[in-house]
Nanobody
Framework: QVRFVESGGGSVQAGGSLRLSCVAS????????MGWFRQNPGKEREGVAS???????LYVDSVKGRFTISKEDNKNTLYLQMNTLKPEDSATYYC????????????????????WGQGTQVTVSS
């Protein structure tokens, strides 16, 4: 499986913005279903956004209209632009990717992806 190094996290006030990045090593981004997840200590990992190999995007309801997932295949880099951040967005954020077999979804990524990285911490203060 593709492994990632996530970056771009930090501490911001509510209403602020951050842009997260994750870079994959050793594997091509083509034909991949990819996504961003987040997790707080003691809680289940939550899917945030996914992007299929055809560019179609899905978002969890709580981030729709505020977050944008994108990718640059030639740089093996996945992004998450986060605007209008809220305290409840605070978490460690992770990337995941699988071969896109036509069923790209956050549920599929969460179930099958096992190579989680260190993540990047996002803290939003009120």
């Amino acid at each position: 499986q593709v492994r990632f190094v996530e970056s771009g996290g930090g501490s911001v006030q509510a209403g602020g913005s951050l842009r997260l990045s994750c870079v994959a090593s050793g594997r091509t981004f083509s034909s991949r279903c990819m996504g961003w997840f987040r997790q707080n200590p003691g809680k289940e990992r939550e899917g945030v956004a996914s992007i299929a190999s055809d560019g179609s995007r899905l978002y969890v309801d709580s981030v729709k209209g505020r977050f944008t997932i994108s990718k640059e295949d030639n740089k093996n880099t996945l992004y998450l632009q986060m605007n209008t951040l809220k305290p409840e967005d605070s978490a460690t954020y992770y990337c995941a990717a699988l071969r896109d077999l036509g069923t790209c979804s956050l549920a599929t990524l969460k179930y099958y992806y096992k190579s989680w990285g260190q993540g990047t911490q996002v803290t939003v203060s009120s």
